[in-house]
């Protein structure tokens, strides 16, 4: 499964809008449960997917 690098563009409740960040292509943002993101995540926030699982990026 690929790595993907996503930004928190906005969160709606136990929800979350990520776009992808990665690619320099504008694609469709993702809505994911909040459940599956690391704790502390906000807007803004950097995150690295791989193999479904949700890491923050430092920068």
Request: charged fraction near 30%.
């Amino acid at each position: 499964m690929e790595t993907k690098y996503y930004v928190v563009s906005s969160i709606d409740g136990d929800y979350a809008w990520l776009k992808r960040i990665d690619t320099g292509i504008e694609e469709e943002p993702v809505f994911i449960a909040r459940a599956l993101l690391p704790e502390g995540v906000n807007e803004g926030t950097k995150l690295k997917s791989e193999f479904l699982q949700y890491e923050i990026v430092e920068e």
